[in-house]
């Protein structure tokens, strides 16, 4: 099963699109999406947590998905094990890009929820603020169903 990260703002995103040659944090502007009447599958249940009526983004990350977005601890990672060392690189600069892309602009006050997939129907459990900084340190890990209140 694989995780999923949402991003709820009154900003305006250009989208990324997922490269298979090229694998990247990406990112699919759900509102415009949902407006043009294309179909967007188990995201739609995204819009059950927009509470301020924001443009809702999906953020994927290199892997094709949200699973990037999980956590790493260094001392668990075999860097002898070329899989788990670009796995974990990978991590590392996927974290790096989210954090430059919400450092970019003010997006204090914008949130963040990430869940597993088919879980986006589901009730978020609390509500806490998150500084923006915390995003880079690839040990840091975000509890699924939980709203982040972005601030730096």
């Known amino acids: ?6 991003l709820y703002t009154e ?3 250009e989208e990324i699109e997922w490269n298979n040659n090229d694998p990247k944090m990406f990112i699919e502007n759900l509102t415009l999406k949902k407006e043009r009447g294309e179909d967007i599958g188990s995201d739609i249940g995204a819009f ?3 509470d301020n009526n924001r443009k809702v983004y999906y953020i994927g990350s290199s892997q094709g998905c949200g699973c990037g977005w999980g956590s790493d ?3 668990e990672v075999d860097m002898n094990n070329e899989d788990e060392k ?3 690189e990978d991590r590392i600069k996927d974290r790096n ?4 892309l919400l ?3 003010d ?3 914008s949130y963040i929820i990430v869940c597993w997939e088919g879980e986006q129907w589901k009730e978020l459990i609390k509500t806490v603020k998150l500084n923006i900084e915390k995003i880079k340190n690839v040990e840091y890990e975000f509890n699924k169903l939980v709203k982040y209140i972005l601030y730096d």
């Open 11 to 13: 900003k305006t995103l």
């Open 73 to 75: 601890s260094y001392d």
């Open 107 to 109: 997006f204090n006050e």
């Open 48 to 50: 059950n947590w927009n």
């Open 103 to 105: 450092k970019s602009e």
């Open 97 to 100: 890009d989210l954090y430059k």
């Open 1 to 6: 099963m694989c995780m999923a990260m949402y």
């Open 86 to 88: 670009n796995e974990f």
